[in-house]
């Protein structure tokens, strides 16, 4: 099939890489792949995934149908929405909602044996089958059904596809044809970035409700969410939030659907400015003209850390940049501090466990975890660590939850620090005398975290200068590593403490 003729007569104009995307994935398919497509969350997967079944409705032999899975009755609302827009004949099956009979057939997961079922009994085939959010197509009930479906060609979607549970991994897939990167996705104006606020460890409360209040008074322009624990937890934090000026619901499982689209509406249109959620930005929520997001809730897995604030980085009208509040310093424990490392993580196995819920959270009562000061020398190390690792030079933090970074640093930590002081004579002459005198400051002085860091910057330096020491030359200073050196009150408040 000629390029020129996707998207032809299609109702809406295709962005670049959804154009380049197809043809690669088609190649994948006629080489007999299963292939997955990953791409960042809000760069508009689900159009592609319609040009996807409409070409193979074209091409498809009259026993042939075109079934669409997804996780939940919801995503198949949505894209039943969006693939009929480019297809003709397009049904769904869930629940008492069942059209087997259409060309194009969108299912839930959990519907998908009674869909092969009934194909099996009118005698079609499955030509294409598309796997929304693929890393779900690991559950064992799906697994049998997509045996049984025996689709001549399949293809996955997803944004995320490595996973952090080996229940999500991706056995029944075989390559990834096309990758569309968070960088991409900033570099053509699909995504946002974003500025990251962090608690500074200043003021005489550390309770993590009044530090979220104060962000979000200060930077909660437009309409926002904010995590909770439990339903209960969302209750009570909404009814905080609205007591102190903040109007704010609770939107949670708990509500009817009715009630959920109200609140939501009353979010769009500024009637209410957040919305306090437990489980509502993990997959499939498309709402674009969120401003802010603040991380109330710790998350310890780096998957779903990702796709929460995936939610907020979706273009709009009107909106350049979004907020993200981070009073758990979610972004330092998870080692994605620039755009860089969250598009790396989108496309690194993990290898940590996602915790297991317990329950369905209702009159459950969780702790809250204490907030996270991150002090501005603290900031200023992670800016050096950054700037290494933005030129290949220090690995990327791999470790997903880092809770021990607020902790105070062992003995053998600042000793470290104390022996691997003679490797600032490789540093610029303009933070050399800076890093010393953080490299001297008395235990305790530093969170765990920001001593880690300092250490990973002191074994850089000690590594990469070392073939100019054996040959008794100085390492010269990379270009572009330029890093201003912090104010001298900063290190002394720390040194007076």
């Known amino acids: 099939m000629r390029l020129t003729m996707y998207w032809e007569g299609a109702p809406w104009e295709p962005r670049e890489w959804q154009r380049e995307a197809m043809p690669q994935i088609v190649d994948s398919l006629r080489r007999g792949k299963r292939t997955v497509v990953s791409a960042i969350m809000g760069s508009g997967k689900s159009v592609l995934l319609a040009e996807l079944a409409h070409a193979a409705v074209e091409k498809a032999k009259p026993d042939q149908q075109?079934?669409?899975?997804?996780?939940?009755?919801?995503?198949?609302?949505?894209?039943?929405?969006?693939?009929?827009?480019?297809?003709?004949?397009?049904?769904?099956?869930?629940?008492?909602?069942?059209?087997?009979?259409?060309?194009?057939?969108?299912?839930?997961?959990?519907?998908?044996?009674?869909?092969?079922?009934?194909?099996?009994?009118?005698?079609?085939?499955?030509?294409?089958?598309?796997?929304?959010?693929?890393?779900?197509?690991?559950?064992?009930?799906?697994?049998?059904?997509?045996?049984?479906?025996?689709?001549?060609?399949?293809?996955?979607?997803?944004?995320?596809?490595?996973?952090?549970?080996?229940?999500?991994?991706?056995?029944?897939?075989?390559?990834v044809a096309y990758r569309?990167?968070?960088?991409?996705?900033?570099?053509?104006?699909?995504?946002?970035?974003?500025?990251?606020?962090?608690?500074?460890?200043?003021?005489?409360?550390?309770?993590?409700?009044?530090?979220?209040?104060?962000?979000?008074?200060?930077?909660?322009?437009?309409?926002?969410?904010?995590?909770?624990?439990?339903?209960?937890?969302?209750?009570?934090?909404?009814?905080?939030?609205?007591?102190?000026?903040?109007?704010?619901?609770?939107?949670?499982?708990?509500?009817?659907k009715w009630k959920r689209c109200e609140v939501m509406a009353a979010l769009e249109s500024g009637e209410i400015a957040c919305a306090v959620h437990v489980n509502m930005l993990s997959e499939g929520v498309d709402m674009p003209w969120l401003m802010w997001l603040c991380l109330r809730r710790p998350v310890a897995a780096r998957v779903r850390f990702i796709q929460e604030i995936g939610r907020v980085l979706r273009c709009h009208p009107g909106k350049t940049r979004a907020v993200i509040m981070d009073p758990h310093d979610l972004f330092g424990a998870h080692g994605i501090m620039h755009e860089e490392a969250l598009g790396e993580a989108l496309e690194r196995l993990a290898e940590e466990q996602e915790p297991r819920k317990k329950g369905k959270g209702k009159g459950e009562k969780k702790a809250m975890r204490p907030a996270v000061a991150v002090g501005e020398i603290e900031r200023w190390i992670r800016r050096l660590l950054l700037a290494l690792q933005a030129s290949g030079l220090s690995p990327s933090n791999t470790v997903s939850s880092t809770w021990w970074r607020d902790q105070r640093p062992s003995d053998k930590q600042v000793s470290t620090v104390v022996k691997m002081a003679w490797t600032t004579r490789y540093m610029p002459i303009e933070i050399r005398p800076h890093v010393k005198r953080l490299c001297g400051l008395p235990a305790g002085r530093l969170h765990k975290g920001g001593v880690s860091d300092l250490l990973t910057v002191l074994f850089t330096v000690a590594q990469e200068s070392e073939p100019y020491r054996k040959r008794r030359m100085h390492w010269p200073w990379p270009n572009g590593l330029d890093v201003p050196p912090p104010e001298d009150a900063a290190i002394e408040a720390l040194e007076n403490r």
């Not at 990167?181 to 409700?209: H, I, Y």
């Open 66 to 175: 075109v079934v669409i899975t997804t996780p939940t009755q919801s995503l198949v609302r949505q894209l039943a929405d969006t693939v009929g827009a480019r297809c003709d004949d397009v049904g769904v099956y869930y629940a008492d909602k069942k059209q087997p009979g259409c060309k194009v057939v969108i299912t839930c997961n959990p519907s998908l044996p009674g869909l092969v079922d009934e194909m099996r009994l009118s005698g079609s085939r499955c030509g294409l089958w598309v796997a929304d959010e693929v890393h779900k197509t690991e559950a064992d009930v799906l697994l049998g059904a997509a045996a049984a479906l025996e689709p001549a060609s399949a293809v996955g979607m997803t944004a995320t596809p490595f996973r952090s549970e080996k229940h999500e991994s991706l056995s029944l897939w075989e390559e």
């Open 180 to 256: 569309y990167t968070l960088a991409d996705a900033l570099n053509d104006g699909v995504l946002v970035p974003w500025d990251r606020e962090v608690w500074d460890g200043k003021g005489a409360s550390a309770d993590v409700d009044t530090i979220c209040l104060d962000m979000i008074r200060r930077r909660g322009d437009g309409p926002g969410v904010a995590s909770a624990l439990t339903i209960e937890d969302a209750e009570e934090f909404a009814g905080f939030l609205t007591a102190n000026g903040v109007h704010a619901a609770a939107i949670h499982s708990g509500l009817t």
